[in-house]
């Protein structure tokens, strides 16, 4: 079945230029009879209108090459609806494609060029939830606090940093978390208010988080909810604490220290106004309002995605 395509490409985007190896993914998947046009941003916000712009036009499929700010930006182009968005993974985090376990597009031999041609061409498309946080849609997490100060210390980043890897992410971590003090917080979820002294705020959508964690073990993209999670304590041994319960493995779901709620509306109010992310990108400072529209994305899912992330079957397969 052919597929009108719209292939947008951040440029800037992970720790090297990927223009060639995505123009040969454009002619393999032009060889299965899709229809793709590659276009390029050129400054933050592109992705948003280019995804928007091809909804309205009815293409059948947005494809994005970038990494997880620029996926955010076509999830704000295109859901509501009927465009399918997909990813090509060529970011320097790329947290969406390591959670449903796809290729990652080499710069050098062997490319992988075939086996994400191949992802492509059989996947399903699912109807996910996507989250909202002061107004703009999330499809991974957002979160006040800790991490979110970590995002405004790293970005935007040059691309040599990019070629570091996760190396950047661990030092800014140990920086912001050396005088990071954490805040007090009012979090009114659905009818229920926690005060509390924390150090960040999570709202996820997945189970991954960051790079090297499973924050929400059970969370489903599709069951109108979102996995909230307000880290408590004060200063750099709770910081600390957190860090190493992720690390070893969902410690953090038995730790007092960490309350769990799923909702589908959340109220946060600061003091003193912390830093807020979604997708891993800076968006301003609390209060925030978090909310969620289920079902407002539909999804281009491989198949090897895990079978655990969605509860409902996919809309169509490809």
């Given at each position: 079945?052919?597929?009108?395509?719209?292939?947008?490409?951040?440029?800037?985007?992970?720790?090297?230029?990927?223009?060639?190896?995505?123009?040969?993914?454009?002619?393999?998947?032009?060889?299965?009879?899709?229809?793709?046009?590659?276009?390029?941003?050129?400054k933050p916000g592109d992705a948003v209108w280019l995804a928007r712009q091809a909804s309205r036009d009815g293409l059948d499929l947005v494809l994005v090459a970038g990494?997880?700010?620029t996926i955010n930006e076509a999830v704000n182009g295109v859901a509501g609806s009927n465009t399918t968005l997909g990813i090509v993974p060529v970011g320097t985090g790329n947290i969406l494609a390591h959670q449903m376990h796809m290729p990652?597009?080499?710069?050098?031999?062997?490319?992988?060029?075939?086996?994400?041609?191949d992802a492509l061409l059989h996947s399903r498309v699912q109807r996910v939830d996507a989250g909202l946080i002061n107004g703009r849609y999330f499809v991974c997490w957002a979160g006040a606090g800790l991490d979110a100060e970590i995002a405004a210390q790293l970005e935007p980043r040059p691309r040599y940093a990019k070629r570091l890897g996760t190396l950047p992410y661990i030092i800014a971590a140990v920086s912001v978390a050396s005088w990071f003090k954490g805040f007090r917080t009012r979090v009114s979820v659905e009818g229920r208010a926690f005060n509390t002294r924390a150090l960040l705020i999570v709202a996820s959508n997945i189970q991954?988080?960051?790079?090297?964690?499973?924050?929400?073990?059970?969370?489903?993209?599709?069951?109108?909810?979102?996995?909230?999670?307000?880290?408590k304590g004060l200063g750099f041994s709770y910081a600390l604490r957190h860090f190493l319960h992720m690390l070893m493995g969902q410690r953090h779901l038995n730790d007092p220290a960490v309350i769990q709620v799923l909702a589908r509306h959340v109220q946060?109010?600061?003091?003193?106004?912390?830093?807020?992310?979604?997708?891993?990108?800076?968006?301003?400072?609390?209060?925030?309002?978090v909310g969620l529209e289920a079902g407002a994305l539909r999804f281009l899912t491989p198949p090897q995605a895990p079978g655990d992330l969605f509860c409902k079957p996919p809309e169509q397969i490809l």
């Open positions: 079945m052919a597929f009108r395509t719209l292939l947008i490409y951040n440029p800037a985007a992970g720790p090297w230029d990927m223009t060639r190896v995505l123009k040969r993914l454009a002619e393999e998947l032009g060889a299965h009879a899709w229809q793709v046009e590659l276009v390029e941003t050129r990494g997880d700010g990652i597009l080499s710069p050098m031999p062997p490319y992988q060029i075939g086996e994400m041609a991954l988080y960051a790079a090297f964690f499973t924050i929400a073990r059970h969370a489903y993209m599709d069951d109108g909810l979102l996995d909230i999670f307000i880290f946060v109010e600061t003091t003193p106004a912390v830093a807020v992310h979604l997708d891993g990108d800076p968006y301003g400072e609390t209060p925030a309002l």
